[in-house]
């Protein structure tokens, strides 16, 4: 009979130390999903939907999250409220500057109080060259540079 509560208590023991080392729903892994709606062109818009998922197996986004969406480049970081599906969209601007190509970097970080989660993302955004707008800079570049190189000439010869 007197090893019956030493058991009971050491019994009870393992069993909460083991609820203990498993991973609870908060510490287990989220990540961050989206998408893109647009054509990531220098000058335009891209729209971006999030979502806050667990990560691994199928994505079901979490309701209550708030995005804090920051674009390089940009001084601000925007702040935005997932709706009752889970998902939050979001416009993007894609600066003028990447007219020669390149990636548009957004960092985006998640919260969602009821769930008690959190996650962050860098997603880059390949940009291709514009050729029209290249094409439409040099040829207003010559038509500067034209009457400049005529005005010269005729100085040179006179």
């Known amino acids: 009979m007197k ?5 009971l208590i050491l019994l009870s023991l393992i069993l909460l130390s083991s609820a203990a080392l ?9 990540q961050i999903y989206y998408r893109m709606a647009g054509d990531p062109k220098p000058g335009s818009e891209v729209v971006l939907q999030l979502a806050m998922s ?15 969406v920051t674009v390089e480049g940009e001084a601000e970081p925007i702040t935005v409220k997932a709706d009752e599906t889970g998902v939050a969209e979001i416009k993007v601007k894609v600066p003028l500057s990447l007219v020669l190509g390149g990636s548009l970097r957004i960092h985006v970080s998640a919260y969602s109080e009821f769930y ?10 390949q940009v291709d060259p514009d050729y029209y707008g290249l094409a439409c800079l040099a040829l207003a ?9 005529v005005v010269a000439g005729r100085r040179w010869k006179a």
């Open 3 to 7: 090893g019956r509560p030493t058991l």
């Open 54 to 68: 667990k990560a691994g197996g199928p994505v079901k986004p979490i309701g209550n999250a708030e995005f804090n």
């Open 22 to 30: 498993t991973p609870s729903e908060a510490a287990a892994g989220y």
């Open 116 to 125: 008690a989660a959190s996650a962050e993302r860098l997603i880059e955004i």
């Open 141 to 149: 570049s010559l038509s500067v540079l034209t009457p400049i190189l």
